[in-house]
C-alpha cells in the first residue's frame, strides 16, 4: 500500500512524500507523486501515531475491571483520537483486584485485540504518599517493597513498563534501583517528595515524573519541591495533562519550556468515562463525577480524580493555547513516550523501517485516518 500527502511529518518538518507500507512497516519514502498510490491525502497532515503512556481507561472500561471485551472495545476505539498505541493504567487497589487487571491484560494481549497496540502497563500506584494520594484510595496505598513488585510484574508476564512510585517512601530506594535496573521506568509520582528527595529519587533509577503539578507539593522560590525538579532535570522525562483544567496553560508552557522538547510527554490520565456522558462513575471504589469540562472529581469535592480529553485535541491544546512549537507538541505526543518506552527504534518517526502507525489530521486536527501497524482503522 502508498498513502502520500503534501504535509508529511519527517525529522520535525513537513514534506511532500509517500510512504510504502507492507507487513506494519514503513518499507520506503519516496518524493510526492513518484508511484501509483492507494490514498492521497492532499494537504492533509501526515505525523507519527501518538502514543498515551497514562491512561486508565476509556468507553465505559477501567484497566482495574479486569474484563477482556471492555479492554478490546477501548484499544478498538483509540485511534478515532490518533493514538495508535497505549499502556493500560492501573489505580491503587487490593493485591487481588491489581494482580487481575495485569492479568487480564497479558490474556488480551496473548489472544488478540483490535485497534491502538497495548504497548505495556502503567503501574500507578500501590506504592504512594498517602498524603498526595489524590483520588488515588488510600487504605490501600502500601510501603514499597521488592518481593511484592516482582509477583505482579510475574502477573504481568514482564508488561509493567512505567511504575509510578513515590520514591521517598521506598525504603533504601530498594524498589526504585530494581525496577529502573529491570526494563522498568521509575515515574515519582503521588509524592510529597522535596527537591532533594527527588534527586535523591533520580540518583537511584527513577527517570520521569507522573502528572507534573498534580499529586505532588508545589514549586516555591525557596522551597522548590518535586515541580522544581521535573523543571530542573531537563534529562528524565515528565507527564502533564494538557486538557486546561489540570494545568493552567501558562503553566504548561512555563514546565515544558524549561524541559524541553525531548522529555515532555503529553498524557489524558483518561478514566472510564471517557467517551461517555457526563454523570457518576468510579475510579479504585471511589464514586467520580465528571463534569461539564471534561474532568473527574471525587464525588462532592473540588479534588480532580483523572480526565477525559481526547489525544487530536490535546495535541491542538499544546499548539494553540499553550503556544508551544509545532514540532515540540508532537514530540510529547509521539516521539517524546516512544524514548520513554525505548522504543524508538520502532516507534515514535516516520522513517522507513519504522512501524506504520501513523495519524492524519485536517487543519482543524480532526482525525481523518488512523494506521496502527499499516491497518487502516476508520
Not at 323 to 332: I, K, R, S, T
Amino acid at each position: 500500500m502508498i498513502i502520500q500527502s503534501k504535509q508529511v511529518w519527517v525529522s520535525s518538518t513537513f514534506i511532500e512524500a509517500q510512504l510504502e507500507i507492507e507487513d506494519a512497516k514503513i518499507t520506503g519514502i519516496y518524493p510526492y507523486g513518484t508511484k501509483p498510490v492507494d490514498k492521497d491525502y492532499g494537504e492533509d497532515r501526515i505525523l507519527p501515531g501518538m502514543i498515551d503512556i497514562h491512561c486508565h481507561g476509556g468507553l465505559g472500561f477501567d484497566t482495574n475491571d479486569a474484563n477482556h471485551e471492555g479492554l478490546r472495545t477501548w484499544a478498538a476505539g483509540l485511534p478515532k483520537e490518533g493514538i495508535t498505541g497505549f499502556l493500560p493504567t492501573t489505580v491503587t487497589q487490593s493485591e487481588e483486584v491489581l494482580t487481575k487487571a495485569l492479568i487480564n491484560v497479558t490474556e488480551v494481549v496473548d489472544e488478540g485485540y483490535e485497534g491502538a497496540e497495548i504497548l505495556g502497563i502503567h503501574f500507578e500506584g500501590p506504592y504512594l504518599n498517602a498524603k498526595n494520594k489524590g483520588a488515588q484510595p488510600e487504605q490501600f496505598i502500601v510501603t514499597p517493597d521488592v518481593e511484592q513488585f516482582k509477583k505482579y510484574q510475574e502477573a504481568a508476564k514482564g508488561m509493567i513498563k512505567v511504575m509510578t512510585l513515590a520514591t521517598e517512601m521506598d525504603p533504601d530506594w530498594a524498589l526504585t534501583r530494581y525496577a529502573s535496573s529491570h526494563g522498568v521506568c521509575v515515574s515519582i509520582g503521588h509524592s510529597g517528595a522535596t527537591y532533594e528527595d527527588a534527586l535523591m529519587g533520580i540518583a537511584n533509577g527513577a527517570n520521569s515524573m507522573t502528572h507534573v503539578f498534580n499529586g505532588m507539593n508545589g514549586l516555591h522560590h525557596r522551597t522548590p519541591n518535586l515541580v522544581g525538579a521535573a523543571m530542573r532535570c531537563r534529562d528524565t522525562y515528565g507527564e502533564i495533562i494538557c486538557d486546561g483544567n489540570h494545568v493552567n496553560w501558562a503553566a504548561v508552557n512555563a514546565y515544558v519550556t524549561a524541559k524541553g522538547r525531548d522529555y515532555a510527554v503529553m498524557i489524558d490520565d483518561a478514566l472510564c468515562a471517557k467517551g461517555c456522558e457526563p454523570g457518576y462513575y468510579e475510579l479504585g471504589g471511589n464514586q467520580i463525577d465528571i463534569r461539564e469540562n471534561g474532568s473527574a472529581y471525587l464525588h462532592g469535592t473540588d479534588t480532580l480524580a483523572g480526565g477525559t480529553l481526547k489525544f487530536n485535541r490535546g495535541l491542538q491544546n499544546l499548539v494553540e493555547k499553550a503556544l508551544l512549537p509545532f514540532d515540540w507538541a508532537v514530540n510529547m505526543v509521539s516521539l517524546n513516550p516512544a524514548r520513554l518506552l525505548k522504543m524508538d527504534d520502532r516507534k515514535g518517526k516516520i522513517m522507513a523501517g519504522y512501524d506504520a502507525d501513523l495519524v492524519v489530521l485536517n487543519r482543524d486536527y480532526d482525525v481523518v485516518q488512523t494506521y496502527c501497524l499499516g491497518k487502516e482503522m476508520l
